[in-house]
């Protein structure tokens, strides 16, 4: 049963690029959320997609943003990226009221 | 505002004792779930132990207790016997049913062979 999966693991950017990071949830999970988490801090929650529909969010600008597939799949867009947004951006997936399951993340340096 | 706090940056503890980890919360929501997560060097986040807040007796998974004492709104994890690859960041985390999960700063623990 594969688990909560991220691509890519690595990704190096320009200030002022776009970026597109993927997620695919553990079989069973109807829900993703992402968490942005700085070096050395705990993870900050940026937004939950459920039924295709960004159904919490956290604060975060509109440069994030985010979508979610018919296949539970997601994906979190940031635009205009800044030198701040270089993290380890985390997905994690869960269904009803069960802990979430995390990926490994994908680290993205914004030089 | 759910606000998570873990005190501890950092903690020792040597191979085969115990060691506990502390967390506090602030909420005015009254059910809600509680976790305690570790991070290893690997980066995912791994479930450690769960609590649901509508429930007195404390969870246990083998080698890992906590101790949730609602009204004064903590959340301790106790690892026994302490193992080399407990070694990690552990991250005390708080969940609602309308807020996602919040999570603590992080403490990193350090087991000594």
């Known amino acids: 049963d594969a688990g909560v999966t991220q691509s890519p693991t690595h990704l190096i950017k320009t200030r002022g690029q776009q970026v597109t990071l993927r997620c695919s949830p553990k079989?069973?999970?109807?829900?993703v959320s992402w968490y942005q988490q700085a070096l050395g801090q705990g993870p900050q929650f940026i937004f939950q997609y459920y039924e295709e529909e960004e159904r919490q969010r956290g604060n975060f600008p509109d440069r994030f943003s985010g979508h979610q597939f018919p296949n539970y799949s997601s994906e979190l867009n940031v635009n205009a990226l800044l030198l701040g947004d270089s993290a380890l951006y985390l997905c994690?997936?869960?269904?009803?009221?069960?802990?979430?399951?995390f990926g490994s993340g994908t680290r993205l340096t914004v030089v | 505002a759910q606000t998570v706090t873990q005190s501890q940056p950092e903690m020792s503890v040597q191979e085969a004792e115990t060691v506990t980890l502390s967390c506090t919360y602030d909420t005015s929501e009254s059910d809600y779930y509680l976790f305690w997560y570790k991070q290893p060097p690997s980066r995912q986040m791994i479930l450690v132990i769960r609590?649901?807040?509508?429930?007195?007796q404390n969870a246990t998974e083998n080698r890992f207790s906590v101790n949730f004492q609602k009204a004064a709104k903590s959340f301790s994890l106790k690892i026994s016997d302490s193992q080399l690859g407990d070694a990690a960041m552990y991250f005390c985390a708080y969940r609602s049913r309308i807020n996602d999960m919040r999570f603590g700063a992080g403490t990193r623990l350090t087991v000594k062979p």
């Open positions: 609590q649901e807040a509508y429930k007195q």
């Open positions: 994690a997936s869960s269904s009803r009221d069960r802990g979430a399951t």
């Open positions: 079989s069973g999970h109807d829900t």
